[in-house]
């Protein structure tokens, strides 16, 4: 494990469920990320939170909810997803929230929309 | 925004071989330059960073050329081996990070 641990590792949903993906950290960085990876397409960031507040929003639909009770956990709500939702969301955190400094990736939650 | 292009996307190449895979970016403000290695079922892993006050950086097998003129950067695999297999992203940015759409490297044993 690259400390960064991600539940579930597979999901799958009806547009009208909603469900949560969890994200934890044990590196004690302080910057957290959701970004979203579809096929043949580059990495999206979603969200940026940096001790606990979020400091991006990259223009995400309402439907994805993001959540950062503390510097260790990371959350993403979703409610009425559309199939085009459908990917790999990966975590990951840094210790910083610059874009100059390392990511640490969890091994990301598939989610499927039917 | 920052705009980055990474090709190509699929490389195969013979164990031994070396790969070359290039990338370049649109923001001459961007200052930082990550590699990273995504295998099947995992999250990527940086394999090697650059920063703009340096053009080139080597670790091992693995190195990393910029050109900040003219906004390109290159990662250079020698002596692949199988375990080299993978997806592999460029990244620039001067705070976020943005990403190219990502190489599927294939080392034939």
């Known amino acids: 494990e690259t400390g960064v641990t991600q539940t579930p590792r597979h999901l799958v949903m009806g547009m009208t469920n909603k469900k949560s993906l969890k994200c934890e950290q044990h590196l004690g960085h302080n910057a957290m990320y959701w970004y979203k990876q579809s096929a043949k397409k580059p990495l999206e960031l979603m969200f940026v939170?940096?001790?606990?507040?979020?400091?991006e929003n990259n223009s995400v639909p309402s439907r994805f909810s993001p959540e950062c009770p503390n510097s260790s956990h990371l959350f993403l709500h979703l409610h009425t997803l559309q199939p085009e939702d459908s990917a790999l969301y990966l975590c990951?955190?840094?210790?910083?929230?610059?874009?100059?400094?390392?990511?640490?990736f969890g091994a990301g939650s598939r989610l499927t929309v039917l | 925004g920052e705009n980055v292009e990474q090709h190509p996307s699929t490389l195969s190449v013979q164990e031994g071989d070396s790969a070359v895979i290039k990338c370049t970016y649109s923001d001459s403000a961007s200052n930082y330059f990550p590699w990273y290695k995504q295998e099947l079922g995992k999250g990527p892993q940086l394999i090697i960073d650059i920063r703009s006050n340096v053009g080139e950086k080597k670790d091992q097998r693995i190195a990393v050329t910029l050109n900040k003129t003219a906004k390109h950067f290159s990662l250079h695999i020698t002596e692949t081996q199988p375990e080299d297999s993978a997806v592999y992203f460029c990244?620039?940015?001067?705070?976020?990070?943005?990403f190219g759409s990502g190489t599927r490297l294939q080392v034939q044993p």
């Open positions: 939170y940096s001790l606990e507040e979020r400091v």
């Open positions: 990951a955190s840094s210790q910083g929230d610059s874009g100059a400094n390392v990511l640490t």
């Open positions: 990244a620039a940015g001067r705070r976020a990070l943005t």
